[in-house]
């Protein structure tokens, strides 16, 4: 909760205070167990105070309830937009956990239910009424995963044998995947994946690691031993459903930042639309920008080392970058008939992130003017 506070979601943080305090209180007086009731949740709402006084103090309450995604490109739209991040975002928890409502519908009130509960429900609200819609769901998904892991008791043994099939072998085969690719870019064989990704990322130079093979090889190692302890005869445990699913996600994360890791800055990084930028213009003189996203004038300060500067009408640098999304706007924003468009940028595997470059337009010497 001091976290939640300092990091900007005070509001958050307290409303997940009160309601944990409220849920504890009644839980307990519901079991009748008085002195527990008496220190917990009074614990927990003097806590909620602390934090609401800490952003008091630090001025962290800020109004910033919007509204506006869900007025602007129609209601329907943004519900449908809504529907597939809350859908992709939280799989494959919320079948599990609507399956745990149903299952513990008459202890609802019960903490155990209730607390998660309410943790998610507070995350799903600031998520629909800010901005930011993947960064307040992030904290939906511990509370997703407490309400999910009530579904283990009541999963039949036909439904746990299923998922340990179906994560055994899709997990397998992503890693069997992660390792025949990299070793065609390093051996160039087979000769179809190394072609493929040389035409899926151009420009791309593979490297070899011996830190990183050595923990990919011991991460792939665990996965084996890992398998053969699960399909052993072990006394049955309520967690032992979750090894496959957890160790297979570990495993393919872990062999992808390690393995992977190059490929991945060249195809999803900025460095390779920086360096085409560096290119064209001279990083030592100013650049005027234009609809750049933060994300692209940050990789343009950090990795070109760039001075970026907002496009003005009359041009004070001697180049100027331009999202093509934001061609239409510099039309109206800015006279085009002093730039000259020299090339445009883009990472190799985005068809729609292009930087459009233009350098200024020399004027005609004034000798030159006049005798024409």
Known sequence: MVGLTLSGAPTVAVLMGLGGGAIQWWSRRQAQSVQVAKVW????VLISGGCALLAQWLDLWHWRVDTN???????????VLTLRLFVWFMWPAWPLAIWTLWQWRRQ???????LPLWFFMVA???TLL?????RSL???LPALAALSAFALPTLKRGVAALIDWFTLIFFTVCALTIWVIWIALQTGFPQKPAANVARLAPGFEPSFSWLAFLVALVATAAWAWLVRWRTGRHRSALWKSLVLPAGGTALCWLLLMSLWLPLLDHARGYQPLARQVLRQIDP???VEALGLSTAQAATLRYHAKLDLKQAQREPQCPALLVDRQAQELSRKVLDLGQWTLVAAARRPTEKSDDLLIYRRTPRPALGNSVRE
Do not use: F
């Not at 995604?69 to 519900?79: R, S, Y």
């Open 138 to 140: 992030l904290l939906a």
């Open 284 to 286: 030592r003189a100013c």
């Open 41 to 44: 949740p009074w614990l927990i």
């Open 108 to 114: 609802l009130s019960s903490h155990h239910v209730a």
């Open 69 to 79: 995604p869900w007025a602007q490109g129609g209601t329907q739209k943004n519900l």
């Open 130 to 134: 800010t901005t930011g819609a993947d």
């Open 124 to 126: 799903v609200g600031s």
